[in-house]
């Protein structure tokens, strides 16, 4: 059976706590069944947990089940096992699904929907923190929210010294609109699932690395990101600084780490500490790490690395002078314009141009003893550090001058007790522009409200964001993200070179936010470079002109252009000139009309003219000064060739139909035939003089000639057509004397033969000098003549004529039996009628016609028509004689009413096609009305009312009285007033329903009155 949500007294917390956030308490409430156990469970499938407006979630429930329920906020959505939610609008949902397993108790799921505005947030890959202990913090509308779950979970953390759930190393990726697509530890790597990818395990990072694990999207290809991990000083830093690869093109979407490209060493002597921010490409990434050579000493350095389309480079090392710590110089930050660098207490210019560190003030004087965390607010303007375990730190940046920033430190958070009731621990920008900060064995996530104002204004809440205890809170971990990303337009491409020469290889990459997939370029215009996979493309225009780039990003939140214009460049044009012989003692090549530019030849030489005077291959580049782009052509030098000279053979004769093939030796010379061509051989086929002509690139030539000769027949055998009339036979003599024997295709021998059928024939014939000739001959049948028309009618009305016209298109000749040679005649006497005729092929046909002869048929209708006034008066002249009427007033149908007295004619075509004329006058008179005319009769032999029929006063002559049906059928007549109708047609008893009658009777006064109406059948 299906249930209602309603009030439940036994639900768990954390149920209590999404039904408390949707206002109502909406706890499942079924009556028992059975005691047994519940299957199919209600288990929601296809769940995802945010989703972004107008996008459609598609769920369904367990097979098997007897019935289902649907739930949104409380409200029933719908019955079926699947079940489609969409919304337009922000916000949270509560999705809930009841299964009715029959004999067993209704089963529920519940579960809360986000539904995400695009765009909300800059900073979308930072949308969703994954902390160990299953815990999921989200910056979703309505959020930050924590959930749990997933997270971290499964770690075996060893010994006392951790005290169970201690993890420091904490890194998550979104994509770009903000779903979920991996996290680390630095050790393991879990998918969106929060499942172990399969080759995510065996990471040589530390879970107790300070910064020891980091993770950004790899610059050269568009679905393939860099996760960068840290030993920790708890195993003496052993494992150093490595990097793998993690590829979200495999397991179908969930990605994997590459096995090839896991844990590359970069080096040993780094400490627990890194950071990194984007090139100012806004493509590539610079990361700085902190190393250290021995643990006595402190000898700091910082290590810069550029993560490009190259790969990882090797470091740029920058010393580093570190007092307050043997072991690790506490955190490393950028900020996120990425033009400030702090390690530790020392405060840098960073350049992201050229990855150049500077110098630019100590801290230690105000951030004592160390930092164990360090953020930048979103502006850049405000430094914040975590000083020992009990104060958080503000320094203002906007002043530009060390004294100044010293001047501006202000704890926007100290504890006033010792040990102070919570230990901060770590810092971290979220999406919404909030720095939040963990607090050891604190049951609440703190977080700096308005971290852009200064001193007090920035608000320091302290227990900001309840968490559950499990068995407590004990997080150091918050995830490290990438700064310096310019995350304020959509997309935007670049490249290194936007006037390339043609044949230049150019790098196009987006500057600005990207999305992870649903990337692709294309050329305008150009179909055949469609560019898709990865964000940096390598492209080689082949022409010159101005060409538009055009990025393009499809993702769930929309669709973004960018074009890029680049005008290529053309190449210098010159040409060294074909291959060539030596024909002389030099030759000169001269390209003194490309200047002004760079002369580059075979042999190193940079004048503009070359002088050649031996074999070999020459070649020349050159670079034209104004664009710089570079052009090169070579020529090959042989040495003189050596002729042939052609032999072609004697004249001769063919006959005809034969040919003769003629081939020339050409060496190594060019060939070149009477008609143009340079083909090795020719086929001679008619009669004429060949010759071939072998020549040199020095100018030398041989020639040889042929005179060939077709020998034609005497006479031709066929003609090239024969053509006959259907139902003929066409004959044909194909005899010569200059020919002897004929010999056909279908095996007629001779030289006459008739033909009754088409087709395409071939004789084969012999002349006096022994040549055999073929001909054809094809016998085509002509088309069937056109159909004679003679005439639609073929009737004559007696003292008329009937006009015959035969004119048919096609016919060239026309002939009657009786002598007329026109189509055209007139006929005034009936008989038989034959015209013959030829079409424009000489072919006959012919036609006849009998014409018969009538007179007009005639009508007998009164002279007079007497009818009663104020009453219908109609004349009725329907006969199955007539074809047509036409009265005098233009109406054309056999039956008419007449409302006025005066004279009436109708013209009437008879079935003959012959034409009669009636005439009537029509008067009105007072008549003597009926007594009675019945409206329903029922005949059904019980003696009354079993006839239909009119009530008689005096003065009654006759009458005629007719009964139609529905269809207009007469199923009564009568001029006998007596008995009436007794309802029945052809002795069949008629059907109940409604008749027409019109009776028409005569009085004693010379008049004929007449009354239409209906009456009712009732059985």
Not at 49 to 74: E, M
Not at 653 to 668: F, N, P, T, V
Not at 881 to 905: I, K
Request: hydrophobic share 35%.
């Amino acid at each position: 059976m299906y249930i209602f949500p309603i009030a439940l007294i036994a639900c768990d917390m954390e149920r209590i706590h999404l039904l408390l956030k949707l206002g109502i308490l909406l706890c499942a409430f079924s009556l028992a069944k059975n005691v047994q156990a519940c299957s199919p469970p209600a288990t929601i499938s296809g769940w995802k947990n945010f989703l972004f407006p107008n996008h459609i979630l598609i769920l369904s429930g367990p097979a098997g089940a007897l019935g289902y329920q649907w739930f949104v906020n409380g409200f029933p959505r719908g019955t079926n096992a699947t079940f489609s939610f969409q919304s337009p609008q922000r916000g949270s949902y509560f999705i809930q699904l009841i299964v009715d397993n029959g004999s067993c108790q209704d089963t529920s799921d519940m579960r809360e929907l986000q539904v995400a505005g695009c765009g909300e947030y800059d900073q979308n890959q930072k949308m969703i923190w994954v902390l160990e202990d299953s815990m999921i913090f989200d910056f979703l509308p309505g959020g930050p929210n924590y959930t749990r779950g997933g997270g971290m979970h499964g770690m075996v953390l060893p010994g006392p010294f951790y005290r169970g759930a201690y993890l420091e190393a904490s890194a998550s990726m979104c994509d770009d609109v903000g779903e979920l697509l991996f996290s680390s530890n630095g050790n393991l790597v879990w998918d969106k699932n929060h499942q172990l990818m399969p080759n995510g395990t065996g990471l040589m990072g530390h879970f107790s690395s300070m910064e020891g694990v980091l993770a950004f999207p790899d610059p050269a290809h568009i679905a393939r990101y860099y996760i960068f991990t840290l030993d920790a000083g708890e195993n003496l830093y052993a494992n150093g600084l490595r990097y793998s690869l993690i590829d979200m093109r495999l397991r179908g979407g969930l990605g994997d780490v590459v096995a090839t490209s896991k844990n590359i060493l970069l080096d040993t002597t780094n400490t627990e500490n890194m950071d990194a921010t984007y090139h100012a490409n806004g493509r590539d990434v610079w990361l700085v790490a902190a190393a250290k050579d021995s643990f006595l000493a402190n000898d700091y350095e910082l290590q810069t690395y550029l993560i490009s389309e190259s790969g990882v480079s090797s470091p740029t090392h920058y010393p580093l002078q570190i007092n307050n710590s043997p072991i690790f110089p506490g955190f490393l930050k950028f900020s996120h314009d990425g033009k400030w660098f702090v390690a530790s207490k020392t405060l840098f210019h960073f350049d992201n141009q050229t990855g150049q560190l500077q110098y630019f003030m100590d801290l230690s004087s105000v951030v004592f003893p160390y930092p164990s965390a360090i953020e930048f607010s979103s502006d850049n303007s405000k430094l914040y550090f975590i000083l020992g375990i009990s104060t958080v730190m503000q320094l203002d940046l906007s002043s530009g001058n060390p004294s100044g920033i010293l001047q501006s430190a202000t704890p926007v958070y100290q504890s006033l007790t010792f040990p102070p009731p919570v230990y901060a621990a770590r810092l971290e920008l979220g999406p919404d522009d909030k720095i939040y900060a963990t607090h050891r064995l604190s049951s609440a996530m703190a977080y700096i409200d308005n971290p852009n104002q200064q001193g007090p204004g920035a608000n320091y809440v302290l227990n900001g964001i309840a968490l559950p205890r499990h068995p407590a809170w004990k997080s150091w971990s918050l995830p490290t993200y990438l700064s310096g990303r310019y995350t304020n337009k959509r997309l935007k491409i670049t490249t290194h070179d936007s006037t390339p020469c043609v044949g230049d290889s150019i790098r196009v990459w987006p500057e600005y936010t990207i999305g992870t997939y649903g990337f692709s370029y294309h050329i305008a215009g150009d179909s055949t470079h469609e560019m898709s996979g990865d964000t940096l493309i390598h492209f080689t225009p082949t022409q010159p002109g101005r060409l538009a780039i055009i990025g393009r990003l499809e993702n769930a939140c929309g669709i973004y252009e960018d074009t890029l214009w680049v005008d290529v460049q053309p190449l210098p044009g010159f040409d060294l000139g074909p291959d060539q012989a030596l024909c002389n003692d030099s030759l000169l090549l001269d390209m003194r009309q490309l200047q002004p530019g760079q002369f580059l030849w075979s042999d190193n030489s940079r004048q503009p003219f070359f002088q050649i005077k031996t074999t070999g291959t020459y070649w020349l580049q050159f670079t034209e000064a104004q664009m710089g782009c570079t052009a090169s052509d070579s020529i090959h030098i042989l040495a003189k060739p050596l002729l042939f000279m052609p032999e072609l053979g004697s004249d001769t004769s063919l006959c005809a139909g034969g040919s003769l093939l003629l081939q020339a030796q050409k060496g190594e010379g060019k060939l070149r035939w009477q008609d143009g061509s340079s083909a090795e051989a020719m086929l001679a086929a008619s009669t004429g003089l060949y010759w071939v002509e072998v020549s040199d690139s020095c100018g030398h030539r041989m020639r040889d000639s042929i005179f060939v000769e077709i020998k034609l027949p005497a006479s031709r055998a066929l003609v090239d057509s024969l053509f006959f009339c259907p139902k003929e036979e066409v004959s044909i003599d194909v005899g010569s004397p200059a020919l002897s024997g004929y010999n056909w295709d279908d095996g007629f021998q001779g030289n006459v033969r008739t033909f009754n059928s088409p087709g395409h024939f071939v004789v084969e014939t012999k002349d006096n000098a022994g040549c055999i000739f073929l001909d054809t001959l094809d016998v085509i049948q002509h088309a069937d003549p056109p159909v004679l028309q003679l005439a639609k009618i073929d009737s004559l009305c007696k003292g008329e004529s009937l006009r015959l016209d035969a004119t048919t298109e096609g016919i060239a000749f026309y002939s009657w039996a009786d002598g007329p040679e026109n189509p055209v005649r007139n006929i005034r006497e009936a008989g038989k009628y034959t015209l013959m005729a030829l079409d424009k092929q000489g072919c006959p046909t012919e036609a006849e016609i009998l014409i018969r002869s009538f007179e007009a048929i005639s009508l007998d209708i009164p002279d007079i028509y007497f009818f009663c006034k104020n009453e219908p008066a109609t004349i009725d002249l329907r006969s199955d004689s007539f074809l047509a009427y036409l009265w005098h007033d233009g109406l054309t149908a056999p039956v008419r009413e007449v409302d006025s007295a005066g004279r009436y004619s109708v013209r009437m075509e008879d079935i003959h096609h012959c034409f009669s004329e009636a005439f009537a006058e029509v008067r009105f008179s007072v008549c003597r009305p009926l007594s009675f005319m019945p409206s329903a009769f029922t005949p059904n032999a019980d003696g009354i009312n079993d006839y239909f029929g009119p009530s008689w006063q005096e003065g009654i002559r006759g009458y005629d009285l007719r009964i139609f049906d529905r269809w207009g059928t007469v199923v009564f007549q009568s001029q006998d007033p007596f008995p009436g109708w007794d309802g029945k047609y052809k002795g069949q008893s008629c059907p109940e329903g409604v008749y027409v009658y019109s009776l028409t009777y005569y009085t004693d006064m010379p008049s004929v009155s007449h009354r239409q109406g209906t009456v009712t059948l009732i059985r």
